[in-house]
């Protein structure tokens, strides 16, 4: 006789005081690192990643080079002392290889890469602490980088998790939620555009579901975009505040 | 605003990690009292202030988790309403236990009742953070009266909120905080127009109840120390047995002070984790602890729906009340101390609806339930899995892992799914797993043993060296409609000497099933042909079964034949065994064999035959008679099935007829015949049939109960017997039927056994009353009959090479136990698929029957129903006896084994009237229950009108249909 | 999507024009997926899928482990994915990071994990023998021999289907002893699997306006982005993974997943349809 957890209790409330539709507490912070030619720091809940570009460069593997435009490489790792036990990390861990191939193709079409041919535009990603929603953070983190990197992007690639229990959705889930086996979408979106660039679903979800799902983290996306585009314009503020004076 | 809560924690695994979560706090929750002005109104909201003597100002109460938990049932009266639920109060009373915390649900989401949680936890001013060496306890409670403060502050006072609260300790503290605060006792006993409230409150101690006081059993002893305990004579050792009707008494048949006795073990803690089956090691308890056999039927259902085991356990020792003294004797009582050897086979069974919680769509992840065999012997299993909510209404099989001493259930995991409750083909497979019938499908390596040519296997010349040619006699076969695997046919023609000559000719299947290849094997696994309704688990494949050893007609087949010259009174002259080919003319049912019998113009050679077997059978029957045989009834029916054999239409009570009589005499011969040859070629080694005589104990409360109706039953012989029995006529012709189905029931079972084992004095069949008996006439569906076989065509000199395997001892009786085993099973079976057929006949049916009583005991009794020859068993007391709150009108008279109530007697063979229904396999029943309710006599108070009964199920049905059933929890 | 020599740009401006007026190279309507032939091995557990020119097959194998920790009643499933060389050029030796073909076989290899074991398609608490210390543990290895477009779906087929003909040993437990039969003593017993999950890929092009099902290589390699459903009969998503490419609206991505739900249902029929005459080929070994 199991004591059940309930996701989201009969009055509203989640386990952390959240209502459904709620994202958690999100803090940025660019240009965190010294040596890279963009950096950031995101925070959402408990969940902290730190993102470094370095790019466009002169490619190190010559056998990658393409000929018109940029190649971009990501590399996605967490951190073993990220979760509450440690992690032995495997250097070459498929599921961390299979997410940093896909922000790879993420990012690909919304970077002008045919601005920089030749060239290779590195993105490494770090997750320092996991509780939940690793992926959309170091998405988001990546997009911070590369706008404070200058290099060109046709729009912000904003990314938010949702989650379908007990007939409703609820936005951005922590460890406790993923973990209580609830069907997991990550959803990275094109603001301008509202248009969906990356979907992935680790759980089982029944396709009526999947409406309500993708339109919460839409909106969920649209949030974050809002609490991206702050930062970049708070810090590029400082930066002009510097440059003026 | 966002907090941190971090705490450390164990993992199931056994680590330690840190877990740190966050902790919103929100403004926009709101206090759901209707009359405040600050917050917008909600649906739910708490509106009518309640006033009593000891608070006269208008106010709502706030109870504490201790008052939850333990007062839910007065809380649960209707005379609380608009009560203020805290968040804090309702998690912990989560963690407590869930059932509780299931019905503070249903209390909340009722909206007449007005219960409003809130959310104190995530709002801004009543969160409160754990100081340090504070215990969680302690948090809790100042949470509790932070929550209480802030209503009061925030409500101006009107109207109040009021803790409600049994520590005293927190209701100092309260006081301090100016927090009105009173214990239950107090504020129920003063709310006005309900002074039976307070009668509810159920006494508890402040202090909190450690959920550490947990039951747990006592421990096993080693190997060694059991080793040395048997040794020394302070234990010994027996294979353990669960009584069908009660799970908790347990009894070993064990070797006592050089004494085999039945010893009794009762009780959960006396059982000490052993399951049924098990080779346990005991201890006798001494004589002043003996107990009386209880004599009640107790099943595990009953006690079902308590979700915490310490509830559970109260419940069952209520139910046995173990009296030491009246009327029947103490029995030798012992004590489990250790498992000598676990006999745990995977079971099939369902999973208890009320342990699974209801869980998010899709995925769960592994939770703890609990499982029922189907076996009643087996206690309830706990078994993890995620797959509950899919397992619900199905038949799985669960596998046992082990029992620890601190859990009242034996743990285990899931094995695989058989079908939905209910379906046909999936309970006919859990009766054939239950009863350890090996039903699949024969492997390659067996099958690669039939003979190559297949179908088309033919009596060649070259099997006729060293049989006898029969093919021109005029055999045939006598069977009922339907029967493919044709075993045994019959002959019968004059003789120039005025003698007859009368042939039994038996399949020859050792032919075809040589000695210790892989079809042997597997034969000797089956032991014999299972028989169900609708199904038949075959011992040989069918290409040999049903086509190449069945002495089907019109075809060549090799037999085993047994041939007889007898002079016309049916005195044997002298007798011939021999290997032979026949060629049966005809294949008659019993019904077609009839006809020619009582035609008197047929007169061609089958019917003549036919005809005079007939008359020598009458004269074989009447000389068993005078030796005392036994006619006994079994009230046995057969289903008439619909075309398609699927569902049971009607049932009729099998007949016998005097065509059935004259195989069966024939058969009798045969078998008794060749059990004297074989014995008499290998008195050492030949695999012969007893069947002990019953002990006089048997028969005594039978011989009681008769003697009531004026009737003696002599049990001193067979003879004696079946002249009573004879004798024992009363003005309802059915009595006498009873009575021989009671006798029946007083029998011993006929076993297999090795002649050199077992004294020549002991070869007697009482059943038969002959000395000397075997198995000789059915070899396709016992292998038994197949051995005989073996042994026989070594004894007349056809087989002249055998293996030492057949005429070795050990073996030989190491086989007969597994062939009584197999054959007990094979029976159980049968009798589990009838009771499934019948079950599925009643089951949208209500009909009312007469019945007669065969079984009385303390809380009910057994009828019989003739016309559907099926027992149910009648409770005293109406409720099913679930709720012994109302005391049944019977009182129970153990000296005359009688129930009375009033001028009303329930005695054995009292004739009475019923009505049956059958109750579906609810969420936690195993099967669906065929319920028998007594009619007449009327005993008000359990007895019950055919058509109230039918108004209630109709208006069951129609609620269940419209969904209006909601289930209450319901206590002890 | 690998590339080892992209086609020519009047190839991709042919297949898009073409598209737009609704035509395949290979007169296939957009929402059409290519002839597929599951061949089931005399081997129980090999199965051999043809998707067009596509073939992949898979082959299941069992053996008896230790438990993990933290799951003492399950039993495992492990995936392994061969891309041999001789499928394409653009298949070279040993895998690597980053672009390129290595980057297929893992995002392969994943969606497949995730499709049969993320989604408990196959019941793994059945195959506990004693629990925490021996359990079945299943291996499915899948090996592409011809790449012709939509591997994915291909190796997807081939996997459920090798899982679903795959018979393992039957084992009998008494007590605390455990006896595993060979498959001659006793019939080996099929794999539960609670559901059939099916992979269908679609492609997008025109700036995510088109989509089309089971591209092949040319529609592969020309395409703008493309988005993989794991599906089965009963409408569950198992599996949804669009990894980068050209965006697309949200109500496009429901609407590709009844298309799914829709195509998901016919391959189960394909798969359910092999599998019978499969069995009809068997030696007869039912009787009773």
Known sequence: ??????????????????????????????????????????????????????????PVKRAGVLHDRATINVEYNVSSFSSGERRAKLRRDRKLLEIGLMIKQTFETVVATTSFPRSEIDIYLQILQTDGGAVHTAINAATLALIDAGIPMTDYVCACSAGFVNDQAILDLNFLE????????????????GKISMLGLESRLHIDKLEPVIALASDGCMQMKDTLDEAIRISTRNLAKTVLH | MLKNKAFVRKTKRG????????????????????????????????????????????????????????????????AFTDVIILQTVLQELKHRSNAVYARARTMISDPKRRFIVFCNEHHRDTYVERRADESPNDRNDRAIRTAVAWYNMHLDGKPQAVLITDDADNRRKAEVDKIPAYSTQQYVASMQ??????????????????????????????NSQIAAGIRSGAFFQGKLSISQNNYLEGSVFAQVDKEERTVMIIGRKDLNRGIHGDIVALQMLPESQWKRPVG?????????????????????????????????????????VGIIKRNWRPFCGTIEKASVSSAASGLTSQQSVFFWAMDKKIPKIRIRTRQAENLVGRRIIVAIDGWVRNSLFPSGHFVRTLGEVGDRATETEVVLLEHDVPFAPFSSSVLSFLPAEGEDWIVQPEHLAGRIDFRHLDVCSIDPPGCTDIDDALHCRQLPNGNLEVGVHIADVSHFVKPENAMDMEARRRGTTVYLVNKRIDMLPSLLGTNLCSLRSNVDRLAFSCIWEMKPDATVVNVKYTKSVIRSKASLTYDEAQMRLDDSKLNDPVTQGIKALNQLAKKLRANRMEAGALTLASPEVRFKLEEDQQDPVDVELKELKDTNALVEEFMLLANIWVAKKVYEAFPESSMLRRHPKPPAAN???????????????????????????????????YINKLIRILTTRCMMQAVYFCSGTVPESDFWHYGLATNIYTHFTSPIRRYSDLVVHRLL???????????????????LSELSDVLNYRHRMAQQASRSSVELFTNMFFKEKLLQEDAYVIRVLKNGFSVLIPRYGIEGYVYASLNDSKDSSEPSPFVYDGEKNRLIAGTVEIKLFAKCSVCVFVEEAGGAARRSKLVVRLCEPWVPGVSVRLDDIRVAREQDQLEEKSGKVVKKAKRV | MSKDVPPSINEKAFLLSALISRQRLDSRSPHDIRTTRILLGPQPGHAEVRLGKTRVTANVSCEIVRPRANAPTEGALLFTTDFSPMASPAFGDGPGGGGGSGGDEILIARVLERALRGSRAVDTEGLCIVAGEKVWQIKVDVRVIDHEGN???????????????????????????????????????????????????????NQGMLQVVDPNLLEEQCAEGDMTFVVNRHGDVCTLSKAGGVAVEAGQVIHCARIAAAKAEEVTDMIKAALEKAAVKEPKVAIV
Do not use: W
């Not at chain 1, 993923?178 to 555009?193: G, I, N, R, Y």
């Open chain 2, 793 to 811: 065509s070594v004894a007349i000199g056809y087989e002249k090479a055998y293996t030492s395997d057949l005429v070795s001892k050990e073996k």
């Open chain 1, 178 to 193: 993923e973990s209580a086996d609830v069907p997991t979408l990550t959803v990275a979106l094109l603001p301008k555009s």
């Open chain 2, 15 to 78: 680590t330690v990690i840190k877990v740190v979560k966050e902790h919103y706090l929100r403004d926009d929750i709101y206090c759901e009292v209707a009359t405040c002005t600050k917050c917008p109104s909600s649906l739910n909201a708490v509106t009518t202030p309640s006033t009593t003597k000891l608070v006269p100002s208008p106010h709502h109460i706030v109870p504490d988790t201790n008052v939850l938990y333990h007062q839910i049932d007065v809380l649960e009266h209707a």
């Open chain 2, 193 to 222: 127009g309900h002074p039976d409230l307070v009668d509810m409150i159920a006494a508890v101690e402040d202090s909190n109840i450690a959920a550490e006081e947990r039951f747990a059993y006592p421990e096993h002893l080693s």
């Open chain 2, 699 to 733: 028969f005594e409360s039978l011989q009681k109960a008769v003697g009531e109706l004026g009737i003696t039953l002599d049990v001193t012989t067979s003879r004696a017997l079946a002249d009573s029995l004879n004798n024992a006529t009363t003005t309802d012709p």
């Open chain 2, 296 to 336: 009640v039927i107790l099943e595990e259902e009953q006690i079902e729906g308590q979700k915490d085991e310490d509830e559970e356990e109260k419940a069952e020792e209520s139910k046995m009340d173990v009296e030491n003294g009246a009327a029947n004797e103490t029995v030798p009582t012992a004590k489990i």
């Open chain 3, 151 to 205: 591997i994915v779906d291909c190796a997807c087929i081939a996997a459920v289907a090798a899982l679903m003909h795959f018979k393992r040993p039957d084992v009998t437990v008494l007590g605390e002893d455990v006896t595993i039969h060979s498959t001659s003593e006793r019939n080996p017993i099929p794999l539960t699997l609670h559901h059939v999950p099916i992979c269908v890929t679609f492609a997008f092009f």
């Open chain 1, 1 to 58: 006789m199991a004591a059940r957890l309930e996701i989201v209790s009969p009055e509203g409330l989640r386990v952390d005081g959240r209502r459904p539709a709620e994202v958690r507490r999100v803090l940025t912070r660019t240009g965190v690192l010294s040596q890279a030619d963009g950096s950031a720091y995101i925070e959402q809940g408990n969940t902290k990643c730190l993102a470094a570009v370095y790019g466009p460069r002169e």
